[in-house]
């Protein structure tokens, strides 16, 4: 078949590069100027199968509550006149219930662990260099309290094969000696060795480029308008996508099949067609540190529980990421989140890097109040989802684009994962 990839991110150029090698014939459409310009441009490249709880549970609601009105919180929510905005909050509410959370995270960790063993796979195949270390995640707690906390969630984990593993202060400063300063004030930790972390960008842009030489096209500076349909009813269908091509001409390009991978703009082009997406974006935040003294500087990946960044060794560089501002879709730079990113760093690893010199960045992750990402068919024969991959773009990328193009392919995907249109009766079930 002919097929369409909308999108070219992690989550769009995994796609195409699996449906090439199921045989399609594939095209890759992106408003930007390469690939990964966007939401898997600079995060904080952490594959993060054992940190899979979604937001959306009793305690993060709380919390969430708790930083209302803080410029510098984690989670900053401020209102708008925008109903996607509030009914993604009412949703949110209502997955943080007890009982959703457990059955959420089922979901995440069978997807991030398919992605991760994809992701290992397609390394060894195409030998793609990005800045990949498999030194597993060490999450470390610096309050007594969510150190208590976080126990039932890293026994979930291990209940569903996940090896995340509880650890004392003394545990955590030995896998990670950089910590060693900050003793005194780390409650303990857990730890997940078969974790990993990597550039995403890096590794997206090989991947396009070794997609680009076993066949798939590549349109950027193409910018998608709409997708037109055709039919009603069973026989409804998607005709064409209408873009404007890098000359300003509006064109429409046919296919057999669609794949919307357009991350958080994806709720915005299916809405004409009657596909409600609860899809929003959160603005996340990252900054990128020249590391100066390599021995105060950690090596294995890190997420500070106590302010929710995730730290990742990159070569000679520290990217540090996090923070999440629902906000609509601005990308500007908020100077104090910013600052607070600089701020929380140094005081872990003062002499560590140049904080004089951070390179700072956002992006729009597209979240679902579930965390569950949408994965699969919906009411139009030939349309396809994937996208919604909220904090676990790269760690899911390779499995979802495994998985659509097993069902663009009518093949049933291997994660025991509830794929979008495969229940009877509801072409696209409510992920959200």
């Not at 999108?7 to 796609?15: D, L, M, Q």
Request: aromatic residues 8%; charged residues 20%; glycine residues 10%.
């Amino acid at each position: 078949m002919k097929v369409i990839v909308l999108g070219s991110g992690i989550i769009g150029t995994a796609s195409a590069w699996f449906l090439n090698k199921a045989g399609h014939d594939v095209t890759v459409i992106d408003r930007a100027p390469g690939p990964a310009q966007e939401t898997s441009f600079a995060n904080g490249c952490q594959i993060s199968v054992s940190h899979a709880e979604p937001w959306a549970n009793p305690a993060g609601l709380m919390k969430a509550l708790k930083w209302l009105g803080r410029e510098d919180a984690p989670l900053l929510f401020k209102p708008r006149l925008d109903w996607l905005q509030w009914r993604w909050a009412l949703q949110f509410l209502r997955e943080s219930i007890p009982g959703r959370s457990a059955v959420n995270i089922r979901q995440i960790v069978a997807m991030a662990e398919y992605s991760r063993q994809t992701l290992q796979a397609v390394r060894r195949e195409t030998g793609i260099e990005y800045d990949c270390l498999q030194r597993g995640i060490l999450h470390f707690y610096t309050s007594q309290k969510e150190f208590e906390l976080s126990r039932p969630a890293a026994e979930l984990m291990q209940t569903l094969g996940c090896p995340r593993r509880t650890v004392d202060t003394d545990e955590v400063v030995r896998i990670e000696p950089a910590l060693a300063p900050l003793r005194a004030r780390i409650a303990g930790g857990d730890f997940t060795a078969t974790d990993e972390s990597g550039d995403v960008y890096l590794f997206t842009s090989g991947l396009a480029a070794k997609a680009r030489e076993a066949g798939v096209a590549f349109r950027f500076n193409t910018t998608v308008t709409r997708l037109v349909p055709e039919g009603t009813g069973a026989a409804a269908r998607v005709a064409a996508v209408e873009v404007v091509d890098p000359e300003g001409r509006h064109q429409n390009l046919t296919a057999d099949a669609f794949v919307l991978a357009l991350g958080s703009f994806s709720a915005q082009l299916a809405r004409p067609l009657g596909i409600r997406l609860l899809v929003y974006p959160g603005k996340g935040y990252s900054a990128t540190f020249p590391v100066t003294d390599p021995a105060a500087a950690p090596t294995v990946s890190l997420t500070d529980d106590g302010h929710k960044l995730v730290m990742s060794r990159l070569g000679n560089r520290l990217r540090v990421a996090g923070t999440c501002e629902l906000n609509g879709y601005r990308r500007d730079l908020n100077p104090v989140r910013c600052e607070a990113l600089t701020r929380r760093t140094r005081e872990l690893f003062p002499g560590a890097c140049d904080y004089d010199n951070p390179v700072y960045w956002t992006g729009l992750r597209p979240l679902t109040p579930s965390n569950v990402p949408y994965i699969g068919r919906t009411g139009y024969a030939n349309l396809f989802l994937n996208t919604g991959h909220g904090t676990l773009g790269w760690t899911m990328g390779c499995g979802a684009g495994r998985a659509i193009a097993d069902i663009v392919s009518g093949r049933a995907p291997e994660p025991d994962f509830a794929f979008t249109g495969t229940h009877a009766g509801a072409p696209l079930p409510a992920l959200s």
